[in-house]
Each structure stands twice: as structure tokens, then as C-alpha cells.
């Protein structure tokens, strides 16, 4: 699986950003797709999640701020970032795994891309 982010950049604190994950590669058809963050000395942090239902989650500390989204053909995710604040710096990773749902723990998605950088000001 190949996955590639972009969209990340730098903005100032209620800002937006849209980022973006182009995917690939896949060999089975039921697959979870995430976006998962880490910001400088933190751990790992899922934002948000799309199981092969179509059904999503949301971190509490991003709930109506963030929305995720992929097109028809699931080929590429989204990450819609309103209403950005500081503490959403970060390394944004597109990250998927297979099952008809997401994973419990962050350790178990086996799939990652480079990530792409979001870095709010206040």
C-alpha cells in the first residue's frame, strides 16, 4: 500500500487546512483509513477515523473542527481542519489497515505515509 500525504503548512491559530492522502496499492477490498498526528515529545494521536462502512470517528479534541472524507472510488482521504488551534501542531500520517474496521490501538495500523506537517501560530 502506498500512501501520500499533502497539504500541510503553516497557518495562523482559526485558520484552515485541507490535507490530503493519496492511496494505492491495495490488495483487499475492506480497509480502514485514519489520520493520526504526533506532536514534538507526545505520543501518537488519532484524529479521526473511516471504517469501510463509511463510518467515522473523531478525537474528542478535534469534534466539530475536523472532518474526514474520501472520495467515491476511495482513493484518496481527507482531512477538512477548521477552527485550528496551537495545540494542533503536528505531524499529520495517513494510515490505513485492513478489516471491515478500524483498529483499537494505534500500534496496529501496519500502513503509514511520510506525513505532512501542520504548524498552527497563536
Known amino acids: 500500500v502506498r500512501l501520500l500525504e499533502s497539504g500541510g503548512g503553516s497557518v495562523d491559530s482559526g485558520g484552515s487546512l485541507k490535507l490530503s492522502c493519496a492511496a494505492s496499492?491495495?490488495?483487499?477490498?475492506?480497509?480502514?483509513m485514519a489520520w493520526i498526528r504526533q506532536a514534538p515529545g507526545k505520543g501518537r494521536e488519532e484524529v479521526a477515523t473511516?471504517?469501510?462502512?463509511?463510518?467515522?470517528t473523531y478525537a474528542d479534541s478535534v469534534k466539530g473542527r475536523f472532518t474526514i472524507s474520501q472520495d467515491n472510488a476511495r482513493n484518496t482521504l481527507y482531512l477538512q481542519m477548521s477552527d485550528l488551534k496551537p495545540e494542533d501542531t503536528a505531524m499529520y500520517y495517513c494510515?490505513?489497515?485492513?478489516?471491515?474496521?478500524?483498529?483499537?490501538?494505534?500500534?496496529?495500523?501496519?500502513?503509514w505515509g511520510q506525513g505532512t506537517q501542520v504548524t498552527v501560530s497563536s
Open positions: 494510515t490505513t489497515e485492513y478489516g471491515t474496521w478500524c483498529p483499537k490501538w494505534v500500534d496496529e495500523y501496519d500502513y
Open positions: 496499492g491495495f490488495a483487499h477490498s475492506k480497509y480502514c
Open positions: 473511516v471504517a469501510d462502512d463509511g463510518s467515522t
